[in-house]
């Protein structure tokens, strides 16, 4: 009889880490599909608000394909095209040019580092969307500790993003999202818009 119920108890452990292991591939799942209506070859455009513990706030709207980018906000735009970024400081009227994958082009970007293989996954659906929650795995090397991600439920789209880097979290909420359409030539810096008036500083 005791042997019985020690059978049954390894049975029921391997089921339930059996089961854990299948939430977390498919709450990876999930993700990956937000993730690539982002960061995928269609491109997408959204608008953000930011707010990172009412420290630092702010809203815009950015466009990704690839490794391209666009974003334009209340201070600065800005142009990555996969090999070269220009910030445009327009109260300013200065001109900053970094390599496109420098971390000098943005001081905030140092700080949200972080792989898709970093995390355990796990998700919960309400009545807004689905949720994916993401901690860190020991020994990963991303400067994120843990994130949040609430996802349309039919479209995967993301709603609002939640990301701990240290002890501070940042909340990202999004919308106007837009997958798709996006074509090349909104990566490519305009420099003929900006004349004499402008100063210019190359920090490649």
Not at 18 to 33: I, L, N, T, Y
Not at 177 to 188: P, T
């Amino acid at each position: 009889m005791v042997k019985r119920v020690y059978l049954l108890l390894i049975a029921l452990c391997v089921s339930v880490a059996s089961f854990c292991e299948e939430s977390q591939d498919e709450a990876r799942r999930v993700f990956e599909k937000a993730y690539n209506q982002v960061f995928g070859p269609q491109g997408c455009t959204l608008h953000y608000d930011v707010n990172l513990v009412g420290v630092y706030k702010t809203n815009g709207t950015i466009w990704y394909k690839g490794k391209k980018s666009k974003f334009t906000d209340e201070r600065v735009d800005a142009w990555n095209d996969g090999v070269t970024h220009y910030t445009v400081h327009r109260k300013k009227k200065l001109i900053e040019i970094y390599d496109a994958t420098s971390d000098k082009r943005d001081k905030y970007a140092s700080k949200f580092k972080f792989t898709l293989d970093d995390f355990d996954y796990s998700m919960e659906r309400n009545n807004a969307g689905i949720m994916i929650t993401m901690k860190q795995r020991r020994g990963a090397r991303g400067t994120v500790k843990q994130a949040k991600a609430l996802i349309d439920a039919q479209t995967y789209a993301p709603i609002l993003i939640k990301v701990k880097v240290a002890l501070f979290w940042a909340n990202i909420k999004i919308s106007n999202f837009k997958a798709g359409g996006i074509n090349d030539d909104i990566f490519v810096f305009p420099a003929a818009n900006y004349g004499r008036d402008y100063k210019t500083e190359d920090h490649r």
